[in-house]
């Protein structure tokens, strides 16, 4: 059984080398990602499971990966 520390450690490299599904493997199904911004900012909000991390990060750097 993995610790926080490693799955930690694997999200980062999975987000390094940009590989997403990876990233995404790792992510709780029930999760608190917010991204804090003012009211306007279309990225600002809440994210609760994978599927609307994975919409975020498309909307996000979707570009760049």
Request: overall charge neutral; charged content about 25%.
């Amino acid at each position: 059984m993995s610790t926080a520390l490693d799955i930690a450690k694997q999200a980062y490299e999975a987000f390094g080398r940009r590989d997403i599904p990876a990233f995404l493997k790792l992510v709780a199904d029930e999760v608190d990602w917010k991204d804090i911004g003012p009211a306007g900012w279309p990225q600002a909000g809440l994210r609760r499971n994978p599927a609307e991390v994975a919409a975020f990060l498309l909307t996000s750097i979707g570009s760049k990966i």
